[in-house]
């Protein structure tokens, strides 16, 4: 059975940076891919970020390159998105996912198996 157990949400201000942690406990994999992916009240799920289990394939939204990092340490079993100069419209529910699958196929963004049962991301003007 696998788990997907994410920490690290709160409330800031626009501006400050957060770093939100996905653990895999349970059953885990050598090869996955991972993604994270936000949900805002009233509106649908967006993709945020994703990275393959060696973290040499990643992949972003335009809409957070260049303030989020995502990175993996295998050796924890944890994937990291480190968010910098938040912004209120990061405001949302954060989700990590697994896929095993491990591809960066044309469904990479929301394709997963496994999901966490997220972490609130507040961002205050």
């Known amino acids: 059975q696998v788990q997907l157990v994410e920490s690290g949400g709160g409330l800031v201000q626009a501006g400050d940076s957060l770093r939100l942690s996905c653990a895999t406990v349970?059953?885990?994999?050598?090869?996955?891919?991972m993604g994270w992916i936000r949900q805002a009240p009233g509106k649908e799920r967006e993709f945020v970020a994703a990275?393959?289990?060696?973290?040499?394939?990643?992949a972003y939204a335009d809409s957070v390159k260049g303030r989020f990092t995502i990175s993996t340490d295998n050796a924890r079993n944890t994937v990291y998105l480190q968010m910098n100069s938040l912004k209120p419209e990061d405001t949302a529910v954060y989700y990590c996912a697994l896929d095993p699958r491990a591809n960066f196929g044309l469904d990479y963004r929301y394709k997963y198996d496994y999901w966490g049962q997220g972490t609130q991301v507040t961002v205050s003007a």
């Open positions: 349970g059953q885990t994999f050598s090869r996955y891919r």
């Open positions: 990275i393959s289990w060696s973290g040499r394939t990643t």
